[in-house]
C-alpha cells in the first residue's frame, strides 16, 4: 500500500541552527514527491517538488530536499531556521498515473526556541 | 491574484446537524478538491473535480457527505447528519486543468474548521 511516513511529530530546534524534518515513502510507481508548509491560519503552500532529475532540489524559502531511491526518503533540510519558520510541514507523493493525487504524511510540527 | 476562497472559516455544530461549506477556487482552474484533515493527519482527499466533472470520489463518504459543483467554477460541500467523527479542517485546493497528463500546482484555500459537539 502506499503511504507516507514522518517520524517525528514535532521537533524543536534553535533560531539560526540547522534543520533536517524526514520524510519516508512506499510506493509502487515512481513517486513524485512534494513538501508542504502550513502556517496557522493559513492553507497549505508547496515548498518544493521531485519529479526527476537531479535528486537535491532547491524550493521557497531557502529550503531543499534531497531523494534517496535507496533509502525511499525524501528529507527537508534548511541550513539556518529563522522564527517565522514555525510551522507544520507536510510531505507527500503522488504519480501521474493517479492523476497526481496525493498521499500525505501526518505532518511534523517545527518549534522555534528564540 | 486571488488565491482560494472559503467560507465559513470556522463552525460550530451538533451531532446529526447538517453544515455546508463553500469553496470559490482561483479563476481559471478547472480542477477543485475537497480534503478533509483531522487533527494530527496530513490531508485526506474526498473529491476531485475537473470542471463541473467529478474525477475521483472513492474516499467521500457518500452516505452523508455531497460536494456539487454545477458551473464549474465554485463548489459546496455539505454533511448531512455530522457526526462528531467529523470535526476537521475541510480544505479546498484548485489547480490548472491537466493536459497530456502534466502536472500542476494544486494552491489551497485557508480551510473551515469543523467542530461537532
Known amino acids: 500500500a502506499q503511504s507516507v511516513t514522518q517520524p517525528d511529530i514535532h521537533i524543536t530546534v534553535s533560531e539560526g541552527a540547522s534543520l533536517e524534518l524526514r520524510c519516508n515513502y512506499s510506493y509502487g510507481a515512481t513517486p513524485y514527491l512534494f513538501w508542504y508548509v502550513q502556517s496557522p491560519g493559513q492553507g497549505l503552500q508547496l515548498l518544493l517538488k521531485?519529479?526527476?532529475?537531479d535528486t537535491l532540489v532547491q524550493g521557497i524559502k531557502g529550503f531543499e530536499a534531497e531523494f534517496k531511491r535507496s533509502q525511499s526518503s525524501f528529507n527537508l533540510r534548511k541550513p539556518s531556521v529563522h522564527w517565522s519558520d514555525a510551522a507544520e510541514y507536510f510531505c507527500a507523493v503522488g504519480a501521474m498515473d493517479s492523476n497526481y493525487q496525493l498521499i500525505w504524511g501526518a505532518g511534523t510540527k517545527l518549534i522555534i526556541k528564540p | 491574484e486571488a488565491g482560494v476562497a472559503q467560507s465559513p472559516r470556522y463552525k460550530i455544530i451538533e451531532k446529526r446537524q447538517s453544515v455546508a461549506f463553500w469553496c470559490n477556487p482561483i479563476?481559471?482552474?478547472?480542477?477543485l478538491y475537497w480534503y478533509q484533515q483531522i487533527l494530527g493527519q496530513g490531508p485526506k482527499l474526498l473529491i476531485q473535480?475537473?470542471?463541473?466533472?467529478?474525477?475521483?470520489d472513492s474516499q467521500l463518504p457518500k452516505d452523508r457527505f455531497s460536494a456539487e459543483r454545477l458551473k464549474g467554477v465554485d463548489s459546496t460541500l455539505k454533511i448531512q447528519p455530522a457526526k462528531l467523527e467529523d470535526s476537521a479542517v475541510y480544505l479546498c485546493a484548485s489547480s490548472l486543468e491537466s493536459l497530456a497528463g502534466g502536472y500542476n500546482e494544486q494552491f489551497f484555500g485557508p480551510g473551515t474548521r469543523l467542530t461537532v459537539l
Open positions: 479563476s481559471g482552474h478547472a480542477t
Open positions: 521531485y519529479f526527476s532529475g
Open positions: 473535480f475537473q470542471n463541473n466533472g467529478v474525477v475521483d
